[in-house]
């Protein structure tokens, strides 16, 4: 761009401000549509230019929009305060501790945001009680540089002396994985980039990890080119160079390697298992739960004639493995829809006669993991976590672990060198804590994650209901609030859901919720169907064709709410972030009566075209493809922008984006704005708020998502009527 279109575009910029704020309302989009028939089906998309994300005029519309939002959400008079009780709150804890790895010798890494950090770094601890080491820390790439920086990802090699890690600026996720020496501090390769969605999976030996990485595109290639044709890689690691090209060895291509059945479209993984003489390959389809398995001995994976030899397919319905020796453990729904555990041999793998080592049941298989001294098995039985552990020994059965509390339960780190595993709990009403087990082959509390002033509090509770949805089935709901709050549907109430890819709500409380519930206000979650809460059963049952359960699950929940008095129509926002886009969308277009406000966060509004964007193939398999019959229809009916009518009172909208996201398109949310905009006859509010440094979420920093949270609840109580926050 010459210097003089710059200054025009700036001027264009400028002007599109001034008009903004003279008007005192955002920019108009002008409508163009683009129609197309699908199988005899005519569908109108009034605003398909604004997919291109490079165009000026949509960058200044977007721009606009989103200093119009901004203007209006720092106007509200409570936003200040609120924002600063949610910095108080966070404060009041000494750090915040994710990702818990434990290795051999008492070593532990873990991510940790401290009080008066933005972002989260990477520490290595010898010893619970030992001194701690900062590894890496992002921050110092941000004051370098001006933008956000993240960890992506953490793997120590397995004798903890290295630790490969991936980093990306802005929430783009678009990482470059990077060796450092722990005991040192140096960097041991230059960075390898193109690796989205990557991890490092070091050999046992820890002479070098596996990673995949994406091709190398022309400037005008299709972003749907993006993911196809991936291939995995072996680097391994010497330690006399820095010079990383020569050494790493494609191992797999998608879609041209010939000695293993893996598609273009595939994520080729590469793995090895300690304590087995195998690598495996898992080519992944996008987002399926169920995957295929290839074995091939460590000697033989680096000749390019390799025969990898299959474990099963994803036919056999299974979704995650685990090995010890000789032993194969699988979980899996083939006819047990909450899953079960079966055991074969890695040698020999038979599923058809393969021992049931964990049956079907009332409660849902979660995850499996081998370590020394026993598969250790996590299960859920409504909100709950449950813990068992099988002996490794024929027709052992699984035995309950007691659990140092109640809560949801996660399984952070095993390792098959260790006995026993560690784990999360977290609940409702109370802060994440880390438990390990002890000699005594006990659970202790590591003391990695503290407990804050505002960590439990005693006036907070927790409710489980079932809610009978459109068609009679019983859809859980949980409702969080303060003791004591009256029935008379005057309370502030969010409404959470999601409901795809078989995902778990987990409970969950952090100390900055104590903001919103200081208010009066609700937080309520429905375990709409397309989740995960019973399982496989539940999953089917809200994807392709089934898809509607999800938001109408939704619709029910909503309602129970209104009529057991918690609260009002008035009173009433729903909040639901990516693939919960769809439910919000499509839940607020059905029954715009119902709330007084919808916030879509990195939302799936514009279902029909998600597959002509790079991530949206790897989605194929939960919401389909437009060039079947029959998934075109699954796809129209999840379409929110769809689904907009003219002259239709919508509630107030409040579009939450971040420009880098690689996963959601920000043009879903810039269409849905113009097109709610240009529609609603209700007068409410239509905003579009954007961060430029940011991407789908993962990797915003504390700041970002204090801020975001302010505006959340801002919005939330200005349309509410609460006179703190009317302008």
């Known amino acids: 761009m010459t210097r003089s279109a710059r200054l025009a575009s700036a001027l264009c910029v400028a002007l599109t401000s001034l008009v903004v704020a003279a008007n005192g309302a955002p920019p108009v989009a002008p409508v163009r549509p683009v129609t197309e028939t699908y199988f005899g089906t005519t569908v109108t998309d009034p605003y398909r230019y604004m997919e291109d994300s490079n165009s000026p005029e949509v960058q200044q519309w977007a721009k606009a929009q989103g200093d119009f939002t901004r203007s209006v959400l720092d106007a509200i008079p409570g936003r200040a305060p609120l924002l600063a009780r949610i910095v108080e709150l966070e404060a009041s804890v000494r750090a915040r501790v994710i990702n818990v790895q434990r290795l051999p010798n008492d070593v532990y890494f873990y991510e940790k945001r401290g009080a008066t950090d933005n972002q989260f770094k990477l520490y290595v601890r010898h010893g619970l009680n ?56 140096k960097e041991l390769i230059a960075p390898i980039d193109r690796a989205h969605y990557s991890e490092a999976r070091w050999m046992p030996d820890d002479s070098g990890f596996f990673y995949f990485r994406q091709r190398e595109l022309a400037k005008d290639a299709p972003e749907t080119d993006k993911y196809g044709f991936q291939t995995a890689y072996f680097h391994r690691l010497q330690d006399k160079t820095n010079n990383r090209g020569k050494e790493d060895a494609a191992l797999i291509t998608a879609g041209e390697s010939t000695n293993i059945a893996i598609a273009p479209e595939d994520f080729p993984i590469v793995a090895a298992v300690p304590g087995t003489p195998y690598v495996f390959a898992l080519p992944l389809n996008g987002v399926q739960n169920e995957i295929s398995v290839f074995v091939a001995p460590h000697a033989a994976v680096f000749d390019p004639k390799v025969k990898w030899r299959a474990l099963f397919s994803r036919a056999d319905d299974v979704t995650s493995f685990a090995i010890h020796g000789d032993d194969l453990y699988l979980l899996s729904h083939k006819e047990a829809l909450r899953f079960k555990v079966l055991k074969t041999s890695v040698a020999h793998p038979d599923l058809a006669h393969a021992e049931v080592v964990v049956a079907a049941s009332r409660q849902v298989v979660v995850s499996i993991s081998a370590a020394s001294d026993a598969l250790y098995v996590q299960a859920r039985d409504g909100t709950l976590g449950k813990l068992y552990r099988v002996a490794y020994r024929r027709n052992a059965k699984p035995v309950p672990v007691p ?24 609940s409702w009403t109370r802060d994440v804590g880390y438990y390990a087990f002890d000699a005594s082959n006990q659970f202790v509390d590591t003391g990695l994650q503290a407990i804050g002033p505002f960590g439990a509090p005693e006036n907070l509770v927790a409710k489980e209901v079932l809610v009978k949805s459109h068609d009679g089935v019983e859809v859980p709901l949980s409702i969080v609030h303060m003791k004591n709050i009256k029935l008379d549907g ?30 009066g206000g609700i937080r309520a979650t429905c375990h709409v169907r397309g989740g995960g809460a019973y399982g496989e059963e539940w999953h089917l049952a809200g994807m392709l064709a089934t898809k509607p359960n999800t938001w109408k699950d939704f619709i029910a929940c909503a309602e129970y709410l209104i009529k057991e008095g ?28 119902l709330f007084a406000v919808a916030v879509p966060e990195v939302g799936v509004l514009n279902a029909l075209r998600g597959e002509n964007s790079a991530n949206g193939i790897p989605n194929i398999p939960e919401f389909g493809t437009v060039r079947d019959e029959q998934q075109f229809k699954h796809l129209l009916a999840m379409d929110a922008l769809q689904h907009v009518r003219d002259g239709v009172q919508y509630p107030a ?60 609840w801002s919005f939330m109580l200005w349309q509410f009527g609460d006179p703190k926050f009317q302008l």
Do not use: C
Request: glycine share 12%.
């Open 403 to 426: 659990l140092p509390r109640e809560g949801s339960l996660e399984i952070s780190s095993s390792d098959i060198r260790l006995p026993g595993v560690v784990i999360d709990i977290g």
């Open 653 to 712: 909208t409040l579009l939450i984006h971040g420009i880098n996201d690689p996963r959601v398109p920000p043009w879903n949310s810039f269409k849905m704005t113009a097109r709610l905009q240009a529609a609603s006859t209700s007068g409410k509010p239509v905003l579009l708020r954007l961060d430029y440094e940011s991407g789908h979420g993962i990797g915003s920093t504390k700041s970002q998502r204090q801020q975001e949270y302010a505006d959340l």
């Open 130 to 185: 030992g001194a701690e080491k900062l590894l890496i820390d992002p921050e110092a790439l941000t004051q370098a540089k001006g933008v956000p920086y993240a960890i992506n990802f953490f793997s120590p090699s397995n004798n903890g002396k290295r630790v490969a890690y991936g980093m990306s600026e802005g929430g783009s996720e678009e990482a470059s994985i990077h060796v450092l020496d722990v005991a040192t501090g």
């Open 490 to 519: 005057s309370n502030p109430t969010q409404l959470y859901g999601y409901g795809s890819y078989g995902i778990t709500d987990d409970p969950i409380y952090l100390p900055r919720f104590l903001a919103w519930y200081e208010l």
């Open 566 to 593: 918690y609260t009002s129509t008035a009173r009433l926002a729903i909040h639901g972030g990516s693939a919960g886009g769809i439910l919000v969308g499509r839940a607020m277009t059905e029954r715009p009566d």
